[in-house]
């Protein structure tokens, strides 16, 4: 198990051991926040995330969610050309995750008004897309590789792969205004296609993408 694995399951451990009641704060009842993914398939950033809930009857909150991930084979593997400029040897596709979610955030932990942590258990899934966009390498006149081109240089010539996306994860908000909200996501999401992502030529693909990821939000209540 990778470290980054290792990391979200302490996280999910501890809090699930140490989740207590506190009185409830419901001033507000709709929320929107806006993330930044990490994930075990991505590079440096993965992507970006959009969430926005409301609540129920119950106290909890109905969720609809939009994901833009940039998904990373395992198998990849930087190669520096003659030029300086990095490329991957083998590489087909990029995958770019287009994901739709529908879910719910359960109340764990309620933070006192003005301070404190709120827990939420969050379980989400909906449809996701797969944009299978080419991975262009540029040569010089000579036919060497010079590096790879543009990163969405091929993004309209992608073929549509359709999937569907489940998840499930922690949340824990901060923030001193009740009009505000910010915070981490800790969890795990499944993507599976319809078929293999063809995005290595020298290396399996695979149609299920399973992800530990940790996204970090703000937002606002109302």
Known sequence: MSSFYKIIVLILLVTGTTVLAQERNDDFTIENTWGINKNTRSGLIGGF??????????????????????????????????????????????????????????????????????????????????????????????????????????????????????????????GTLKSSVSGFEAGFLLDAYSRKIDMMSDAENYAVWPTAFITLFYGSRK
């Open 49 to 174: 995330v959009f969430k926005h809930g409301v609540r129920n009857s119950s106290g909890n909150f109905t969720t609809y969610g939009l994901e833009l991930i940039d998904v990373r084979h395992p198998a990849e593997l930087k190669t520096i050309s003659n030029s300086g400029n990095s490329f991957i040897i083998g590489k087909r596709n990029y995958l770019f995750a287009i994901r739709g979610q529908y879910g719910r955030d359960f109340l764990l932990f309620n933070k006192a008004p003005q301070q404190g942590v709120q827990i939420n258990l969050v379980l989400a899934g909906g449809p996701s897309v797969g944009l299978e966009a080419p991975y262009k390498i540029d040569y010089d006149q000579n036919n060497t590789v010079v590096g790879r081109g543009f990163m969405f240089q091929g993004l309209f010539e992608s073929n549509i792969v359709l999937g569907v996306n489940v998840k499930t994860s922690l949340s824990f908000e901060f």
